[in-house]
């Protein structure tokens, strides 16, 4: 079965650092793959994602994330964050039947 | 301005009650979705439905029940089979464009709603 892994429950960074979020997908044939991000209260805002071609994808508010087969991976960048990107983050990989699995997340503390 | 709403924000309701939680989107979109979301556990899937009057069970569907009879309204009802109703629900939606996800396109989400039995 199609299944997502996020190692990293909680990260902390300091604000203008870089950002790194892991995440490992379990999946036999070619993933689709995304990443969210949710504030507190708040609903799931899609950043960026991946269904075939350039590995490296490029989303909303300065992110990135590389697809990399060889590792099952699609980590998720970002060089320089913003207190403002405090928030909650998913990845989730598309199931072959209309249906997303999603990661238990990865909270960001950001420190002045 | 397209989007999806859900209604209401915050929900507390007495245990033992069903309640029922609004979910409407003007995106056009065929498909909707709710999901349950439990701190550390991500989005599980409740039910979803990918044209009218049609609706699937996902992976934790016992204790609710669904409707779709309009193509922008997919309203949940958290019944009072549910264990343990006290959660954030999300809803959903996305469009189907044929038989297999890969023709869909990508899930939007409306802004959730918490609900609290006491």
């Known amino acids: 079965a199609q299944s997502v892994t996020q190692p990293d429950i909680h990260i902390t960074v300091s604000e203008g650092a870089s950002l790194e979020l892991r995440c490992n997908y379990s999946?036999?044939?070619?993933?689709?793959l995304f990443w969210y991000v949710q504030s507190p209260g708040q609903g799931l805002q899609l950043l960026l994602k991946y269904f075939s071609g350039d590995t490296l994808v490029q989303g909303i508010k300065g992110f990135e994330a590389e697809f990399k087969r060889s590792q099952s991976s699609f980590n998720l960048r970002k060089p320089s964050v913003h207190w403002s990107d405090a928030a909650e983050y998913f990845c989730?990989?598309?199931?072959?039947?209309?249906?997303?699995?999603f990661g238990a997340g990865t909270t960001v503390t950001v420190r002045a | 301005d397209g989007g999806i709403t859900q209604s209401p924000k915050y929900l507390f309701r007495k245990e033992g009650q069903n309640v029922t939680l609004s979910c409407e989107q003007n995106?056009?979109?065929?498909?909707m979705y709710w999901y349950r979301q439990d701190p550390g556990q991500g989005l599980r899937l409740i039910y979803y439905?990918?044209?009218?009057?049609?609706?699937q069970k996902g992976d934790i569907a016992e204790g609710y029940s669904v409707s779709r009879e309009k193509k922008e309204s997919f309203p949940l009802t958290v019944t009072s089979a549910q264990k343990n109703p006290t959660a954030f629900y999300l809803c959903?939606?996305?469009?189907?464009?044929?038989?297999?996800?890969?023709?869909?396109?990508?899930?939007?989400f409306g802004p959730g709603t918490r609900l609290t039995v006491l």
């Open positions: 989730a990989v598309a199931r072959n039947d209309y249906k997303l699995s």
């Open positions: 439905s990918q044209i009218v009057n049609d609706f």
């Open positions: 995106l056009n979109h065929d498909a």
């Open positions: 959903a939606s996305s469009i189907v464009r044929g038989t297999s996800y890969t023709s869909t396109d990508t899930q939007y």
């Open positions: 999946y036999g044939a070619t993933p689709y």
